[in-house]
């Protein structure tokens, strides 16, 4: 009897992620419009956009070829982030599944127009080290895609700093490392919206409740009240903004409001805590 193949979880999930950007993303070719068009129109030919998607799993690692990185020159387009302008994203990969911690290293140019001009900003996204000082899932600015070539010719940015400083993520692995550049772009609920409709959000979840900014509790804030007539403060608990929580409050007329933190609040007696919904 031949024997099922065996595929690592991880590897599996991650090639899928990248597949998923693909399904989920704008070709930027077919839908770009407005300003992200006008960006990719002037920069498509300097940096090449994969074509296929077949072309993409080709330069993904897989069971049978575990170290694997994009074509050169060749990089994955992603969404137009349109918050506070035009940004346009686009990445390059290069991976090695082939050790204890896979060595992932994604570098990253956002694209923007600056007046008439087109200007870059960059990073790069990378896993563990080994021993020394970046042994940990870390962020750095980079002046271009390649170690000698800038993301623009007018601009040398020669000053930048692209050795430190080093921002750790929030990542423990090569799955949650996509994840994080995915929300850092996008936010959690479109990040969320394009696991569902690419069908990984069960297979992504284990990684997402191990993500410090899945399991964030929500805002809250505290209060010391000491209501006109009254010779006794009480302490409120809240959900509702400072503004909202004020506005509340103006039927007592002459109260006195004074922020506090949760540790004051909890040190109260239980009588003197109040909830304000």
């Not at 950007?21 to 770009?32: A, Q, S, T, V």
């Not at 137009?80 to 035009?86: D, F, K, V």
């Not at 009480?234 to 400072?242: A, D, G, I, M, S």
């Not at 002459?254 to 805590?273: C, D, M, P, V, W």
Request: hydrophobic share 35%; aromatic share 12%.
């Amino acid at each position: 009897m031949a024997q099922e193949p065996v595929y690592d979880q991880e590897l599996k999930l991650f090639r899928d992620l990248f597949i998923a950007i693909w399904d989920h993303h704008r070709k930027p070719w077919l839908r770009f419009r407005g300003q992200a068009k006008d960006i990719f129109q002037e920069i498509g030919t300097t940096f090449n956009t994969l074509s296929t998607v077949e072309e993409l799993e080709a330069s993904l690692p897989s069971e049978a070829r575990v170290s694997a990185e994009f074509p050169p020159n060749r990089f994955l387009y992603l969404n137009p982030i349109t918050i506070g302008g035009t940004l346009l994203p686009l990445i390059r990969l290069k991976c090695d599944f082939g050790r204890s911690i896979p060595e992932v290293r994604v570098r990253m140019g956002l694209f923007l127009k600056y007046g008439v001009d087109t200007k870059a900003i960059g990073y790069r996204l990378e896993s563990p080290e080994g021993p020394g000082a970046h042994h940990y899932y870390h962020l750095q600015m980079i002046r271009g895609f390649d170690r000698h070539s800038h993301f623009t010719t007018d601009d040398c940015l020669s000053w930048f700093p692209d050795q430190s400083p080093t921002f750790p993520l929030d990542a423990d692995s090569p799955v949650r490392l996509i994840l994080s550049l995915l929300i850092g772009l996008y936010g959690l609920l479109e990040t969320g919206t394009m696991l569902r409709d690419t069908g990984l959000t069960a297979r992504a979840k284990p990684y997402l409740d191990k993500m410090s900014c899945f399991s964030m509790l929500p805002i809250e804030w505290y209060w010391r009240v000491l209501k006109q007539g009254a010779s006794k403060h009480e302490f409120y608990r809240t959900p509702k903004e400072p503004a909202v929580f004020r506005r509340d409050f103006r039927q007592h007329a002459g109260s006195k409001l004074e922020a506090i933190t949760e540790g004051f609040y909890k040190a109260q007696s239980r009588k003197n805590q109040r909830v304000h919904l």
